[in-house]
Nanobody, 124 residues
Protein backbone atom coordinates (compact mmCIF):
# COMPACT_ATOMS: atom_id res chain seq x y z
CA UNK A 1 0.00 0.00 0.00
CA UNK A 2 1.26 3.45 -0.94
CA UNK A 3 -0.27 6.93 -0.96
CA UNK A 4 0.77 9.48 -3.59
CA UNK A 5 0.51 13.28 -3.57
CA UNK A 6 1.48 15.38 -6.59
CA UNK A 7 2.63 18.99 -6.49
CA UNK A 8 4.34 21.56 -8.69
CA UNK A 9 1.63 22.24 -11.23
CA UNK A 10 0.55 25.71 -12.25
CA UNK A 11 0.44 28.23 -15.07
CA UNK A 12 3.45 28.56 -17.36
CA UNK A 13 4.09 30.25 -20.69
CA UNK A 14 4.78 28.24 -23.81
CA UNK A 15 8.46 27.34 -24.00
CA UNK A 16 8.82 27.35 -20.25
CA UNK A 17 9.56 24.57 -17.79
CA UNK A 18 7.96 22.96 -14.77
CA UNK A 19 9.10 20.30 -12.34
CA UNK A 20 6.36 18.11 -10.92
CA UNK A 21 6.86 16.14 -7.72
CA UNK A 22 5.08 13.08 -6.40
CA UNK A 23 5.59 12.31 -2.73
CA UNK A 24 4.91 8.74 -1.63
CA UNK A 25 4.13 7.25 1.74
CA UNK A 26 3.39 3.73 2.90
CA UNK A 27 5.38 0.65 2.03
CA UNK A 28 8.98 0.84 0.93
CA UNK A 29 9.10 3.36 -1.92
CA UNK A 30 12.15 1.80 -3.51
CA UNK A 31 10.16 -1.36 -4.27
CA UNK A 32 7.69 0.51 -6.53
CA UNK A 33 8.02 1.33 -10.16
CA UNK A 34 6.62 4.81 -10.84
CA UNK A 35 4.91 6.47 -13.76
CA UNK A 36 3.50 9.78 -14.93
CA UNK A 37 0.26 10.19 -16.87
CA UNK A 38 -1.73 13.18 -18.03
CA UNK A 39 -5.33 13.86 -18.96
CA UNK A 40 -6.03 16.87 -21.19
CA UNK A 41 -9.46 18.48 -20.88
CA UNK A 42 -12.07 16.38 -22.65
CA UNK A 43 -9.59 13.62 -23.48
CA UNK A 44 -8.57 10.27 -22.06
CA UNK A 45 -5.67 9.77 -19.71
CA UNK A 46 -2.41 9.04 -21.50
CA UNK A 47 0.92 7.60 -20.44
CA UNK A 48 4.03 9.79 -20.44
CA UNK A 49 6.95 8.12 -18.69
CA UNK A 50 7.95 5.40 -16.25
CA UNK A 51 10.91 4.60 -14.05
CA UNK A 52 11.65 1.16 -12.64
CA UNK A 53 13.00 0.21 -9.23
CA UNK A 54 16.45 0.09 -10.82
CA UNK A 55 15.90 3.54 -12.42
CA UNK A 56 15.44 2.31 -15.97
CA UNK A 57 13.28 4.86 -17.78
CA UNK A 58 10.80 4.70 -20.63
CA UNK A 59 9.11 7.56 -22.50
CA UNK A 60 6.42 8.01 -25.08
CA UNK A 61 7.48 9.77 -28.27
CA UNK A 62 5.65 12.91 -27.19
CA UNK A 63 7.63 13.08 -23.95
CA UNK A 64 10.99 11.92 -25.26
CA UNK A 65 13.52 14.74 -25.46
CA UNK A 66 11.37 17.22 -23.52
CA UNK A 67 10.38 15.41 -20.34
CA UNK A 68 12.57 13.60 -17.83
CA UNK A 69 11.45 11.25 -15.08
CA UNK A 70 13.64 10.64 -12.04
CA UNK A 71 13.34 9.34 -8.51
CA UNK A 72 14.91 10.05 -5.14
CA UNK A 73 14.37 7.04 -2.90
CA UNK A 74 15.77 8.86 0.13
CA UNK A 75 12.95 11.41 -0.24
CA UNK A 76 10.29 8.90 -1.35
CA UNK A 77 9.67 11.15 -4.34
CA UNK A 78 9.43 10.82 -8.10
CA UNK A 79 9.83 13.85 -10.39
CA UNK A 80 8.81 14.87 -13.86
CA UNK A 81 10.91 17.65 -15.34
CA UNK A 82 9.05 19.22 -18.25
CA UNK A 83 10.81 21.53 -20.70
CA UNK A 84 9.79 23.34 -23.88
CA UNK A 85 6.17 23.24 -22.80
CA UNK A 86 3.43 23.72 -25.38
CA UNK A 87 -0.23 24.70 -24.99
CA UNK A 88 -1.20 21.14 -25.91
CA UNK A 89 0.63 19.98 -22.77
CA UNK A 90 -2.18 21.51 -20.70
CA UNK A 91 -3.62 18.68 -18.62
CA UNK A 92 -4.03 17.18 -15.18
CA UNK A 93 -0.83 15.29 -14.46
CA UNK A 94 -0.93 12.23 -12.21
CA UNK A 95 1.70 9.94 -10.78
CA UNK A 96 1.17 6.24 -10.19
CA UNK A 97 2.94 3.34 -8.49
CA UNK A 98 3.30 -0.32 -9.42
CA UNK A 99 4.50 -3.39 -7.56
CA UNK A 100 5.07 -5.28 -10.80
CA UNK A 101 8.57 -6.23 -11.88
CA UNK A 102 8.87 -5.40 -15.57
CA UNK A 103 11.23 -3.74 -18.01
CA UNK A 104 8.86 -0.80 -18.37
CA UNK A 105 5.37 0.22 -17.30
CA UNK A 106 3.36 2.01 -19.95
CA UNK A 107 -0.32 1.17 -19.41
CA UNK A 108 -2.84 2.24 -16.81
CA UNK A 109 -3.47 -1.35 -15.77
CA UNK A 110 0.18 -1.60 -14.68
CA UNK A 111 -0.52 0.88 -11.87
CA UNK A 112 -2.93 0.09 -9.00
CA UNK A 113 -1.99 3.21 -7.00
CA UNK A 114 -2.65 6.78 -8.14
CA UNK A 115 -2.25 10.31 -6.88
CA UNK A 116 -4.95 12.98 -7.04
CA UNK A 117 -3.33 14.88 -9.91
CA UNK A 118 -1.98 18.40 -10.36
CA UNK A 119 -3.12 20.90 -12.98
CA UNK A 120 -0.64 22.17 -15.56
CA UNK A 121 -1.76 25.01 -17.81
CA UNK A 122 0.48 26.23 -20.63
CA UNK A 123 -0.45 29.59 -22.13
CA UNK A 124 0.53 30.86 -25.55
Amino acid sequence: QVQLVESGGGLVQAGGSLRLSCAASGRTFSNYAMGWFRQPPGKEREFLASISTSSNTYYTDSAKGRFNISRDNAKNTVYLQMNSLKPEDTAVYSCAASELRKSYYDTRRDYPYWGQGTQVTVSS
